[in-house]
């Protein structure tokens, strides 16, 4: 499977755990894209790499969110002092350069409780 | 941000009828772009629009971009009980940031 892939699916944390969730894009995708998507919603854009390079950050995105792209592949997003409001599915997307596509992995569903 | 609305919110409708829906936006757009999420799925890509009065077809679906470039539809014809699940459409102008609609579930009664 060439596609967009997510780990893990799901996560069940207490409030104030950190957790980190992993992307890996479609090889040769040089954009990867982090989205929170909660019930009833469209996704909501958090933030954009291009390659190792983070782009654009939503006002979404508090202090208690980073994201990683280090070596321009993989991309990790970390959210540090999970509240309950950060309960959400959690999507991972990539797109070719200078694409105006773009290729959703499966999502993680992350649950505060 | 930018605001996409979708209507309907939700549909109910017998296998084998056809369905409309559309999405309008507060802004222009370039690109527009039609996903299908099933529960517990990331949306999947069914149709990409990139010029205004463009019309495109994806086996029973079709979409077309609207020529005010703030708006854009999708039809699905002779429906079938796999097509249950949200449409969401989505809008960009750089491929940096891409905005959603509120999506709209689509459930077909066999």
């Known amino acids: 499977d060439t596609g967009v892939s997510q780990d893990p699916r799901h996560k069940i944390t207490k409030r104030g755990q950190n957790v980190t969730f992993r992307c890996d894009p479609i090889?040769?995708?040089?954009?990867l894209y982090w989205y929170r998507q909660t019930l009833g919603q469209g996704p909501e854009f958090l933030t954009y790499?291009?390659?190792?390079?983070?782009?654009?950050k939503s006002r979404l995105l508090s202090d208690r969110f980073s994201a990683e792209r280090p070596k321009g592949s993989f991309s990790t997003l970390e959210i540090q002092r999970t509240e309950q409001g950060d309960s959400a599915m959690y999507l991972c997307?990539?797109?070719?350069?200078?694409?105006?596509?773009?290729?959703f992995g499966p999502g993680t569903r992350l649950t505060v409780l | 941000g930018q605001q996409l609305n979708q209507s309907p919110q939700s549909m109910f409708i017998q296998e084998g009828e056809d369905v409309s829906m559309n999405c309008t936006s507060s802004s222009i757009f370039n690109t527009w772009l039609w996903y299908k999420q099933d529960p517990g799925e990331g949306p999947v890509l069914l149709i990409a629009?990139?010029?205004?009065?463009e019309l495109t077809s994806n086996g029973r679906l079709t979409a077309q971009f609207g020529i005010t470039r703030k708006d854009s539809f999708l039809n699905i014809s002779a429906s079938i009980p796999s097509d249950v699940g949200i449409y969401f459409c989505a809008g960009t102008n750089t491929g940096n940031q891409f905005y959603f609609g509120t999506g709209t579930s689509l459930t077909v009664i066999p």
């Open positions: 790499f291009q390659n190792e390079a983070q782009l654009e």
């Open positions: 629009l990139y010029k205004a009065g």
């Open positions: 090889s040769e995708h040089n954009r």
């Open positions: 997307a990539s797109s070719v350069p200078g694409g105006q596509t773009q290729y």
